[in-house]
Nanobody, 121 residues
């Protein structure tokens, strides 16, 4: 069983910063791509940023230059540094990871429970 636990959400003013963390635990052989998604009220969940096992990154156009994704493979943790936050960044942020749990299995997708980020204007 693999669990993803997010932390670091909260309330911040426009222009402020927050750092989200997501730690994976359980039976883990390796973690492939990790990413952050978000879902605002009444909207579909959307990709925010992804990072491969080797550290290659990708970002949604709406967050490029403001958000930075990183990971610590030794700690099975992915981070999202968010700067210059805007009210439109308000959403529940979810962590996602493709995890290989055993030597005999392929990677499966796991999700965290979500953490609320609210940016006040």
């Amino acid at each position: 069983q693999v669990q993803l636990v997010e932390s670091g959400g909260g309330l911040v003013q426009t222009g402020g910063s927050l750092r989200l963390s997501c730690a994976a635990s359980g039976t883990i052989v390796s973690i492939l791509t990790m990413g952050w998604y978000r879902q605002a009220p009444g909207k579909q969940r959307e990709l925010v940023a992804v990072i491969t096992q080797s550290g290659s990154t990708g970002y949604a156009d709406s967050v490029k230059g403001r958000f930075t994704i990183s990971r610590d493979n030794a700690r099975n943790t992915v981070y999202l540094q968010m700067s210059t936050l805007k009210p439109e960044d308000t959403a529940v942020y979810y962590c996602n990871a493709f995890v290989v749990a055993t030597m005999a299995s392929s990677a499966n997708s796991y999700w965290g429970q979500g953490t609320q980020v609210t940016v006040s204007s």
